[in-house]
């Protein structure tokens, strides 16, 4: 039961994720190219975000490695882990990107990923007592 419980968590969490990072990718598009994306470009972006990076990726396969059977007892050590793995997923899967646009995806998303995980650890450890 521990283990289908922290799947949920992490489900939650990867959904959290792709909708944060859809929306910080369609804010850096609308400032890079404005008026041509619209709203329905929102909602791309989350399905791109989920669907083409985080499957295409592996980016899932390898969070749930550690976010559902790997546990630390520092609860920075997770989010730091899924963090680089974000950046990583990231520097290899879009490689035809300039360094100018590839280092905001990195540094917000690195965040997100880094705030979702550790909130969702914050909230293991509560379920957990």
Do not use: H
Not at 1 to 29: H, K, S
Not at 60 to 66: D, E, G, K, P, V
């Amino acid at each position: 039961m521990l283990i289908l419980g922290r799947l949920v968590v992490w489900l939650c969490e990867r959904l959290a994720e792709a909708v944060l990072v859809g929306t910080f990718l369609f804010v850096l598009a609308w400032s890079w190219f404005g008026d041509q994306v619209t709203p329905q470009g929102w909602v791309l972006l989350i399905a791109g975000t989920a669907g083409v990076f985080m499957l295409g990726s592996g980016y899932l396969f390898t969070t749930a490695i550690f976010g559902v059977i790997w546990r630390s007892e520092k609860s920075w050590v997770y989010p730091a882990i899924a963090a680089a793995l974000f950046i990583a997923r990231v520097q290899f899967y879009v490689t035809t990107w300039s360094l100018s646009k590839k280092m905001p995806i990195e540094a917000g998303g690195a965040c997100i990923v880094f705030m979702c995980t550790y909130v969702r650890n914050y909230f293991l450890r509560e379920w957990d007592e």
